[in-house]
């Protein structure tokens, strides 16, 4: 009895398991990367709002999804079905996702109000219905297994799909809308996203039919929804993992977000960003894979140190380089990609291990309202980034399309450079704070395992 329970909980995993559950985070980028790296300027220089508007429209939304992403997780921790609590929730939300991204890059023939409006309520639209199918997915992998190897290798998968999902959307989005567009932008942002769409759809459902639920509560009673806020609110892991993620997601959209307006304005390279910021992905590819062979040799916490400072005097370095210093902006954004690669494994995994630590601790297991939290420090770093460069653009003097001032084109490169590695610098103090090492993992799993055969 004790062997099957603990076999079951502690699982090795087949490569089926883990590359369909990968494939599901290529699936999220196809919506999430398009939206870091194309929606600000889609909304300036296709939609026709001001950088100002957008920002504020962007806040206003992120600030509704705190309370949605809360939400939605609590519903999930409390589903109950044949297929799992979380698996679910992959084909339920999966249409409805990939509409709510077709309207969200469709534009209207309205006034200056109506496109405000309308912007407003596609990405409300977008926003809840990509939580409603990510945060289970990402609760998901905290009860695929409980084996600490395992979650790392999962979550390694994950980031490897993703970031290969990422280097399609950055690499084809705006072939695509070119070839399917004929010419008419507008067009073009509208089926490039619906074929985006349907790609994640299928597969979402990969992942759904190749993946299981194998970690259970011990305690078969449900805590209220209070009580999994107050546990949070005391997780002092799951704080420092909140306060890191929040920092690093400020810093890569900065750099995302910024790097069209960058080679357009400030390269004069409009057409290689198409080439840029997929070398990121690729790097972040390799930097993804390479995570479970450098936890062999270091603490996730040393790897994250370690991983931050490269990535602040990577950005930093930045600031240095001239217009024509092609070769060295590759060299660099090479190095961050593969830097922020590894980092995100960690991280997703470092969640699950807070999941534990809380039922460890407190005898309470609400493992998607923790990555539902978890993912919000993302998605509010995404918006505080957002706010930042429209914040600088307005201050500077931004105008789309035109030829920019001095004042502007520097704004540009500090967004590129000195204000990302100065988050990146940031990120390193919530780490202090973490303490959940090897050993405290062991020991949290043994005790785990032996209250769920006692019961």
């Not at 357009?264 to 479970?292: C, E, I, Q, R």
Request: hydrophobic share 55%; proline share 3%; glycine share 8%.
């Amino acid at each position: 009895m004790n062997t099957t329970a603990s076999e079951d909980r502690l699982a090795k995993l087949s490569w089926r398991e883990r590359i369909c559950y990968g494939l599901g985070d290529t699936g999220f980028n196809f919506f999430w990367v398009n939206i870091s790296a194309f929606l600000l300027f889609f909304y300036t220089d296709v939609f026709g709002i001001s950088a100002a508007v957008a920002g504020s429209m962007m806040t206003i939304v992120k600030v509704i999804n705190a309370f949605t992403d809360a939400g939605l997780g609590a519903i999930a921790d409390r589903t109950q079905t044949r297929f799992g609590k979380y698996r679910p929730f992959l084909i339920w939300g999966s249409v409805p996702l990939c509409f709510a991204a077709v309207m969200l890059y469709t534009t209207p023939n309205l006034g200056g109000q109506g496109k405000a409006i309308w912007a407003f309520a596609t990405y409300l639209l977008m926003m809840t219905c990509y939580t409603l199918v990510s945060i289970p997915y990402s609760a998901l992998s905290g009860v695929i297994t409980a084996n600490p190897n395992e979650r790392d290798i999962i979550n390694s998968a994950r980031f490897v799909g993703g970031y290969l999902g990422g280097a399609l959307v950055t690499w084809g989005t705006q072939k695509l809308v070119k070839i399917l567009g004929g010419g008419n932008d507008i067009l073009g942002w509208q089926l490039t996203m619906a074929f985006w769409g349907v790609l994640a759809v299928i597969l979402f459902a990969f992942t759904f039919f190749n993946t299981r639920e194998r970690v259970t509560a011990v305690a078969n009673t449900q805590p209220r929804i209070m009580d999994d806020i107050k546990d949070l609110m005391s997780n002092v892991p799951w704080i420092a993992v909140f306060f890191l993620n929040l920092m690093v997601m400020i810093l890569l959209t900065l750099r995302v977000s910024t790097a069209i307006y960058y080679f357009k304005y400030y390269v004069g390279k409009p057409d290689f960003t198409a080439h840029f910021l997929p070398m990121f992905m690729v790097a972040a590819v390799v930097g993804a894979f390479s995570a479970p062979f450098l936890l062999r040799v270091f603490e996730k916490k040393t790897l994250l140190l370690l991983l931050m400072l490269g990535t602040g005097l990577c950005s930093l370095a930045f600031y240095f380089v001239p217009p024509d210093g092609i070769t060295y902006m590759v060299i660099l954004q090479i190095l961050i990609g593969f830097a922020l690669g590894v980092k995100p494994p960690l991280t997703f995994s470092m969640l699950a291990d807070t999941a534990d630590y809380n039922e460890w601790k407190k005898g309470r297991r609400a493992t998607a309202m923790t990555f539902a939290a978890g993912v919000f420090s993302q998605k509010l770093g995404s918006v505080l980034a957002t706010v930042v460069i429209t914040a600088v653009f307005t201050a500077l003097g931004y105008q789309a399309n035109q030829v920019q001032t001095a004042e502007s084109l520097g704004g540009i490169v500090f967004l590129m450079s000195v204000i990302p590695a100065a988050f990146a610098f940031l990120s390193m103090i919530a780490l202090v704070f973490y303490k959940l090492d090897r050993a405290a993992m062991e020991k949290i799993q043994s005790d785990l395992l032996a209250r769920k055969t006692q019961v």
